[in-house]
């Protein structure tokens, strides 16, 4: 019988805390439960770092789509889902903490009497616009809502190990993790 130790698994140092059969030591046990979950993403990584996101949809293993969800969703297939999605994005610069619309060139509604111009929000300002709330409300503390995977893919370029996401029969809950 060949035995391999997987040394990548370790929960940190053994304290006297640790052996009292009174109270559980919470602290070493959230070391171990992070250190399974590091170790389960390494896999994740490994198993996906060669393939690229149109192999991933071919595959099934990732939705189809960038926007609505599809019916069939669960929130179990999207942690799976996002997590895989998490691996292929580009974070943004730390310097960068809101998107810029100011240079939309457009501006404006629709006027009749300036022939034609247009004088109001882009789209892209008006993207822009919905993102920056979602971050000062997650930034806050407060638990906020996306409607299509791209908006939660740009949130994780600007909190890509602190996103967390719950999806909820047709939209996501979002809020960033506490830090201890």
Same mark, same amino acid.
């Given at each position: ?8 698994q370790? !929960?940190?140092?053994i304290e006297?805390e640790?052996? *009292?059969?009174?109270?559980?030591n ?6 171990q439960i992070d250190?399974? *979950?590091?170790?389960d993403?390494r896999? %994740?990584?490994e198993?996906?770092k060669?393939?690229t996101?149109?192999d991933?949809?071919e595959?099934?293993?990732i939705s189809?789509? $960038? !926007?609505?969800?599809?019916s069939?969703? %669960?929130d179990e297939k ?9 691996l292929?994005i %580009?974070p943004? $610069?730390?310097?960068?903490?809101y998107?810029? !619309?100011?240079?939309s060139?457009e501006?404006?509604? +629709?006027n009749?009497?300036t022939?034609?111009?247009y004088h109001g929000?882009? $789209? +892209?300002?008006e993207?822009c616009t919905?993102? *920056?709330?979602v971050l000062r409300n997650?930034r806050?503390g407060q638990?906020?809502y996306? #409607? #299509? ?11 890509? $190990?602190?996103l967390?996401t719950k #999806?909820r029969?047709g939209y996501w809950?979002?809020w960033?993790e506490k830090?201890?």
């Open positions: 019988m060949n035995y391999k130790a997987d040394h990548t370790s !929960g940190g140092i006297p640790d052996f *009292n059969t009174y109270f559980p919470k602290k070493r046990i959230s070391n250190e399974i *979950n590091q170790s993403k896999k %994740t990584e198993e996906y060669h393939m996101l149109e991933l949809r595959m099934k293993i189809n789509t $960038n !926007g609505r969800p599809s069939a969703l %669960t999207w942690q799976k889902e996002f997590n895989i999605r998490k292929f %580009t943004h $610069n730390k310097k960068t903490t998107l810029k !619309g100011q240079n060139r501006s404006g509604k +629709w009749e009497e022939q034609g111009a929000q882009t $789209n +892209w300002q993207y919905y993102i *920056n709330d997650i806050s638990i906020d996306c #409607y #299509y995977i791209y908006q939660i893919m740009e949130l994780a370029r600007f909190h890509p $190990n602190s967390k #999806y029969d809950e979002v960033l830090k201890n």
